[in-house]
């Protein structure tokens, strides 16, 4: 479990981010010594979770137009603000069903995405995003 592989590291990291959690609004997990948000999928698979440090200053960002594209198009998005090195940055954990028919291959999705997060003043965008490459 996750628990026991940060156990084995000489360190532990100050941030993860996860997708494919498979995590259900009504489960509720707990990593000693780390904060967490997610963002579950409703049925089976999906789901994104961002974890940090407690000693870390982390916040949940919800209800912004980066996190309501991204669900108007059944792609689960965790999205968090934290400090890294003293400069405020955010934090993107994304997860995008190999099935999703809209998101897939859809540039324009994938440019109004990217327009968003270029908004934010520093960003690491993680995740699975299951698009695939025309060649």
Aim: a negative charge; hydrophobic letters at 35%; aromatic letters at 8%.
């Amino acid at each position: 479990d996750l628990s026991s592989l940060i156990n084995s590291l000489p360190q532990p990291p100050s941030l993860i981010c996860l997708s494919e959690t498979w995590l259900k609004d009504c489960q509720f997990i707990s990593i000693p010594n780390y904060k967490l948000i997610t963002d579950n999928r409703i049925g089976i698979g999906g789901g994104t979770a961002i974890t940090a440090l407690n000693n870390i200053e982390f916040a949940s960002i919800l209800d912004n137009p980066l996190s309501k594209l991204c669900h108007d198009h059944n792609i689960n998005i965790s999205i968090a603000k934290t400090k890294l090195n003293n400069i405020s940055t955010f934090i993107i954990s994304l997860y995008n069903h190999p099935n999703n028919p809209v998101s897939s291959n859809n540039s324009r999705f994938w440019q109004q995405f990217f327009e968003l997060c270029d908004l934010l003043p520093n960003v690491i965008i993680t995740g699975d995003f299951n698009s695939k490459h025309p060649l």
